[in-house]
C-alpha cells in the first residue's frame, strides 16, 4: 500500500480482555517495527522484526505481550490479560532494509489508540 | 540516565520566530541522528535525518549534529502555525536498527 496502515485507530477494552492490534507495512519493506507512546512520553521499542530472521523482542515489557509477522508482511501485535498501564498509542513503523535507508528513517501508521478501562 | 534526552516543551513562540529544538545524547556510539514531526493523533513523521558533525539545511529547517559535544538541534526559520506539531529527536547506531527517540517537543506558533 501506499502508507503504514493500522488497526483499529481506537480500542477501549476491560481490564483483564486481550486486544490483537493490526500492522500493514509499505509493500516490499521488509523491517517492520513496533513502539508505544505514553502521554508525554517518548516513544518505546517493543518489538522489530527483519526479513525471515527471529524478531528483535528485547522490548516487550512483559510476557503478556506478544507479536507476530505472517509472510513477511502483516504483523499483530497481541495483549493478553491487559492492565491499566497498557494504556498508550501503540504505532507501527516499516523500513527498506536497503543500505542506509534503514537507519535514515522508518514510515510510521497513525497508531492504535488502546485505552484499558 | 536516558540515553536521549530532550528539551521539555510546550514552546510557544510568534509567527515568523526562529525557533531551536535540542536534543543531547550519552551514546557514542550513535551515529544516524533523525528529527521527526507528529501532529496530534498522527504518527511521526521523518524531517530530516544526518550523520556528520555540521549543518544540513532543507528549505527552513536545518539540523545540527555535533557528535564532540553530543547534541543535536533542529532550526526552524519564518515558523508557520502549520509547524505546531511535537518535535522527536532519534537515533540509532551503525547496523542497528533500534532506534531511540526522544520524549519530544511541544512546539505552538501563534499566527
Known amino acids: 500500500g501506499a502508507g503504514v496502515s493500522q488497526s483499529p485507530s481506537n480500542k477501549v477494552t476491560e481490564k483483564g480482555k486481550d486486544v490483537e492490534l493490526r500492522c500493514d507495512p509499505i509493500s516490499g519493506h521488509t523491517a517492520l517495527y513496533w513502539y508505544r507512546q505514553s502521554l508525554g512520553q517518548g516513544l518505546e521499542f517493543l518489538i522489530y522484526?527483519?526479513?525471515?530472521?527471529?524478531?528483535?523482542k528485547s522490548g516487550l515489557p512483559s510476557d503478556r505481550f506478544s507479536a507476530e509477522r505472517t509472510g513477511g508482511s502483516v504483523s499483530t501485535l497481541t495483549i493478553q490479560r491487559t492492565q491499566q498501564e497498557d494504556s498508550a498509542v501503540y504505532l507501527c513503523?516499516?523500513?527498506?532494509?536497503?543500505?542506509?535507508?534503514?537507519?535514515?528513517?522508518?514510515?510510521f501508521g497513525s497508531g492504535t489508540r488502546l485505552t484499558v478501562v | 540516565q536516558k540515553e536521549v534526552e530532550q528539551d521539555p516543551g510546550p514552546l510557544s513562540v510568534p509567527e515568523g520566530a526562529i525557533v531551536s529544538l535540542n536534543c543531547t545524547y550519552s551514546?557514542?556510539?550513535?551515529?544516524?541522528f533523525m528529527w521527526y514531526r507528529q501532529y496530534s493523533r498522527k504518527g511521526p513523521e521523518l524531517l530530516m535525518y544526518t550523520y556528520s558533525s555540521g549543518n544540513k539545511e532543507d528549505g527552513r529547517f536545518t539540523a545540527q549534529l555535533n557528535k564532540a559535544s553530543q547534541y543535536v538541534s533542529l532550526l526552524i526559520r519564518d515558523s508557520q502555525p502549520s509547524d505546531s506539531a511535537t518535535y522527536l529527536c532519534a537515533m540509532t547506531k551503525t547496523g542497528g536498527f533500534k532506534t531511540i527517540f526522544g520524549a519530544g517537543t511541544r512546539l505552538f506558533v501563534k499566527a
Open positions: 551514546n557514542s556510539a550513535f551515529q544516524y
Open positions: 513503523a516499516s523500513s527498506s532494509s536497503r543500505t542506509g535507508e534503514a537507519n535514515y528513517g522508518y514510515t
Open positions: 522484526f527483519q526479513g525471515n530472521s527471529a524478531p528483535d
